[in-house]
């Protein structure tokens, strides 16, 4: 398994372009195939986790094609409907392959996705929804299979507006005959994102964005083009990255209402951030002490709690983060702590009081956010950090340390010898 060594210190400088989400490239991925031909993508990222669908899509049938940026998904011959346990586990943005298979061809069959580091992460809401749409669930040995002879519109409301349920419900949907409103469903940009690729396959879908979604079946759906939006979460890495270094970093190709839960707390901690055109100037120097509390869109993402408790174990004061949407979600905790971090966790809360400064130790890597958060504290810690387990951080950032490099800091990859 791959390492960093980073050497803390350095002011982030430059210009950094973040590539396409991950979040929303996934079920894009899945949902291309819907349609029986040839859909092409853009911006897509070259993550661990983009390579793991194409092996899916591959696997059920359909032809992939990558270059730099793009992919090309042909979803003519789909025939197989089965999703190997290996690759289930693999990454748990496989379960996408339900819902885009089940408009699809009728029938899915899957075992649950992988275990997760950052708590239970149950697929109860994915399948109430698929059962609300006419779907049999049959639960066994592990397995989940799904079968539909048609599919019909119904009216589905949410308990919690899950993400990945909301996009599984409506990938089926587009294909049931009637109409379908999910109601509290997720209003992630990476929902909306879907939601404008499968109508340009012909969808009819409207209210992505808010808590109802209408969604009204159609029978055939049509190739297309379509370009990922970019990727809040890494931008806010990059952010948060900037600010907490004291650097002065510009961001390209960012949506700049996507990462405004970030920036607002960012300035609330001090940081200068501007938008201008397609990209933000952060700009930083030592932060204050903010509270933080994750909620679903537009709140504050939970994928971006565990680098914002990185900046904050060196704020000036004591900053409480309160973690609503992963119970679990606090793994980075210990190994921040070796570093220094003055952290304590009561139930769903962190009361960080922040350090002057964090040294350097040997730390690990948990899960994909969780390690990045390392490798931020690596930035600004004395001397050396080593971050082990970096596949987790590989999952969802595309060349971290090159892009960290050109920024000005010090970083290496130093490769298992395979
Ligand atoms: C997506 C994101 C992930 C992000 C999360 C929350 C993708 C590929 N991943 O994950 O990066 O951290 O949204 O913003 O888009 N839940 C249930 N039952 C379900 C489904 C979810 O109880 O059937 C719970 C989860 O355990 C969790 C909460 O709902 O506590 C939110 O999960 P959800 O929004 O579904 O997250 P994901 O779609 O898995």
């Known amino acids: 398994m791959d390492r960093f060594i980073i050497t803390g210190g350095t002011p982030l400088k ?38 793991v669908m ?3 899509l591959k696997l059920m049938g359909a032809q992939v094609e990558r270059g730099k940026g793009y992919c090309q998904i042909d979803a003519w011959n789909v025939a197989s ?8 586990r693999e990454m748990r943005s496989s379960i996408f392959i ?3 298979l089940l408009g699809r061809l009728g029938r899915v069959k899957v075992s649950y996705p992988g275990g997760c580091a950052i708590g239970p992460r149950p697929i109860d809401l994915h399948l109430k929804g698929l059962a ?6 049959t639960e066994k040995h592990g397995y989940v299979l799904a079968e539909a002879k048609e599919l019909r519109g119904s ?9 990945g349920a909301t996009e599984n419900i409506m990938m089926a949907a587009v294909r049931a005959r009637g109409i379908t409103f999910i109601r509290n469903a997720a209003k992630e940009p990476e929902v909306v994102d879907l939601q404008n690729f499968l109508n340009k396959m012909g969808a009819k879908i409207r209210g992505a964005g808010t808590d109802t979604i209408k969604i009204e079946g159609v029978t055939d759906l049509y190739p297309t083009n379509h370009s990922v939006i970019p990727d809040r979460i890494e931008a806010g890495t990059f952010m ?9 970093v510009y961001l390209e190709n960012v949506i700049a209402e996507h990462t405004e839960p970030v920036a607002a707390k960012l300035r609330e901690a001090g940081a200068e951030v501007e938008t201008s055109g397609e990209g933000i100037h952060v700009t930083g ?20 709690q565990p680098q914002t408790m990185a900046m904050l174990s060196i704020a000036e004061g004591t900053s409480v983060v309160i973690e609503n949407i992963f119970i679990n979600r606090f793994k980075h905790v210990d190994e921040l702590r070796r570093m220094g971090a003055q952290i304590k966790i009561e139930g769903r809360a962190a009361v960080i009081r922040g350090v002057e400064r964090l040294s350097g130790a040997c730390v690990e890597a948990s899960d994909l956010r969780a390690g990045v958060a390392l490798v931020l504290a690596g930035l600004v810690a004395d001397g050396q950090t080593l971050v082990e387990h970096v596949h987790h951080i590989d999952r969802g950032y595309e060349d971290l340390e090159k892009k960290l490099k050109k920024l000005g800091a010090q970083i290496e990859r130093i490769q298992e010898v395979r």
């Open 98 to 100: 339900m819902g885009a």
């Open 285 to 304: 120097r030592r932060l204050k002490a903010v509270d933080v509390k994750t909620l679903p869109y537009p709140g504050y993402p939970t994928d971006m």
């Open 132 to 137: 609300a749409l006419g779907a049999k669930i």
């Open 155 to 163: 009216d589905v409301h949410l308990d919690f507006p899950s993400v």
């Open 81 to 88: 409907c089965e999703v190997p346990e290996n690759l289930m």
């Open 240 to 248: 948060v990255a900037a600010a907490m270094t004291q650097g002065d």
């Open 14 to 51: 430059g210009t950094v372009r973040i590539a396409g989400a991950k979040n929303a490239t996934l079920p894009i991925m899945a949902a291309s195939l819907l349609c029986p031909g040839s859909c092409q993508i853009h911006e897509v990222p070259d993550l661990r986790d983009v390579r």
């Open 54 to 56: 194409c092996e899916i």
